[in-house]
Nanobody
Framework: QVQLVESGGGLVQPGGSLRLACVASGFTFSGIGMQWYRQAPGKERESVAEISTTGGTVNYADSVKGRFTISRDNGKSTLYLQMNSLKPEDTGVYYC?????????WGQGTQVTVSS
């Protein structure tokens, strides 16, 4: 069955960086577009970045453009999100899932807290 395991979150000061990882299993990772989402406290889950099967096409939410970079390693079935110049509004739980249609299954996510 589908499994998505996110990691790499933590507490970081404004302006800092984090690199998130999502290890996928239970499906053919290289054949599925992938996406990072985040959910801030009291808000709905929102899309942050998406990437095509080969990594040749990426798109970002306006709020993270120029600061975040999505990438993937199909050989390792792993999705990444490099987050630089972090802001307090980037705080939330970050999840990965399929794109354009998410799986019904969601991993536990990884908490990112940006605070001084």
């Amino acid at each position: 069955q589908v499994q998505l395991v996110e990691s790499g979150g933590g507490l970081v000061q404004p302006g800092g960086s984090l690199r998130l990882a999502c290890v996928a299993s239970g499906f053919t990772f290289s054949g599925i577009g992938m996406q990072w989402y985040r959910q801030a406290p009291g808000k709905e889950r929102e899309s942050v970045a998406e990437i095509s099967t080969t990594g040749g096409t990426v798109n970002y939410a306006d709020s993270v453009k120029g600061r975040f970079t999505i990438s993937r390693d199909n050989g390792k079935s792993t999705l990444y999100l490099q987050m630089n110049s972090l802001k307090p509004e980037d705080t939330g739980v970050y999840y990965c899932n399929a794109f354009p249609i998410a799986f019904n299954y969601w991993g536990q996510g990884t908490q990112v807290t940006v605070s001084s």
